[in-house]
């Protein structure tokens, strides 16, 4: 039970979250949109078992999907949440959600007779930049700027895993009538100690003939690029996003347990809408309805 709870907050970020699947309501124009929707949806997710790991997992899992758009704060809008705390229609702040599954060691041939690895879940603001015109509705440029706190849940307990510093740069651009979108990304990823400790360190009791004892250290983990196509329909909404992922010159490529200095992943979803209210809201980029003072 607590995998399939991990797996569907991890495809439930990944849809209103990542590069490569998004909500489609990005774009500023158009009529207002419903200020609550429901739906549902289902993902399915190719991934290496921890960074670097030769052996890849196949996952699938169905999960819920709720979007709220208020004057200031929005909930599933194209981010996990975000606050309108800026006046300048250039920056955004959000809520960052990332996450990567859980692996057992038996499974892994390098760790062997280890500890298996939990779920992860990564959490913390971001800040949004527009580089591009504003007014440019069919092409964005973005830079986002995340601090997330790690956590591993493992064996029923939840462990702090330090800090994670992943800032992206994506280009975004809409075609045929605004139904699809392509977007490439490129994201670097930092890391604390304690996270690196984690994935690479080997402590005594765990060397092998060919397994030595490994003291990690933090600092560059990875370099990600992105490449995510989205269709959008009034009721329906599908993407797929592949990741590549180029680990050469990482803090920890001499560990034991550091197989591959390259490797890919694969996720897709699709998202059907059940439900939206009769009230509405502005999109992203609109001003906000003036407020009635009184008379």
Same mark, same amino acid.
């Given at each position: 039970?607590?995998? =399939? =709870? ?15 699947? @998004? ?17 549902? #949806? =289902? #993902? ?6 921890? +960074? @670097? ?25 194209? @981010? ?71 956590? %591993? ?8 895993? #330090?800090?994670?510093?992943? +800032? ?19 994201? +670097? ?12 360190? =080997? ?8 397994? #030595? ?51 890919? @992943? ?10 939206? %209210? ?18």
């Amino acid at each position: 039970m607590r995998i =399939v =709870v991990a797996m569907g907050l991890l495809f439930c970020s990944t849809a209103i979250h990542s590069q490569s699947i @998004s909500p489609p309501e990005d774009d500023n124009e158009g009529p207002p949109l419903a200020l609550w929707e429901v739906g549902a #949806g =289902v #993902g399915a997710a190719l991934t290496p078992d921890y +960074p @670097s790991a030769s052996n890849k997992t196949f996952r699938a899992i169905p999960f819920p999907v709720v979007i709220y758009r208020g004057d200031f704060i929005r909930i599933g809008d194209g @981010s996990v949440a975000s606050g309108r705390l800026f006046e300048n229609d250039r920056i955004e702040l959000d809520l960052s959600l990332n996450g990567s599954f859980n692996a057992e060691s038996d499974d892994v041939e390098a760790r062997v007779g280890m500890p298996d690895l939990g779920f992860i879940a990564e959490v913390g603001p971001e800040i949004e930049i527009l580089l591009s015109d504003p007014g440019d509705g069919d092409q964005r440029l973005k830079l986002e700027v995340p601090v997330r706190a790690a956590f %591993s849940l493992d064996d029923r307990k939840l462990n702090a895993r #330090g800090f994670v510093f992943s +800032p992206q740069l994506e280009y975004e651009r809409d075609f045929a009538n605004d139904r699809y979108e392509w977007s490439v990304s490129i994201t +670097p990823s930092f890391a604390t100690e304690r996270l690196h400790d984690y994935f690479y360190e =080997v402590q005594p009791e765990f060397e092998t003939a060919t397994r #030595g004892r490994f003291d990690a250290g933090g600092g560059y983990l990875r370099t990600s690029l992105g490449l995510g196509l989205q269709r959008r329909s009034k009721k329906t909404f599908a993407a797929i996003g592949i990741n590549y992922n180029f680990l050469g010159g990482a803090a920890n490529e001499d560990s034991p347990l550091f197989d591959r200095d390259n490797e890919f @992943s694969i996720a897709a979803v699709v998202i059907y809408r059940l439900w939206e %209210s009769e009230k509405r809201a502005p999109r992203r980029g609109q001003a906000l309805p003036e407020k009635k003072t009184a008379q």
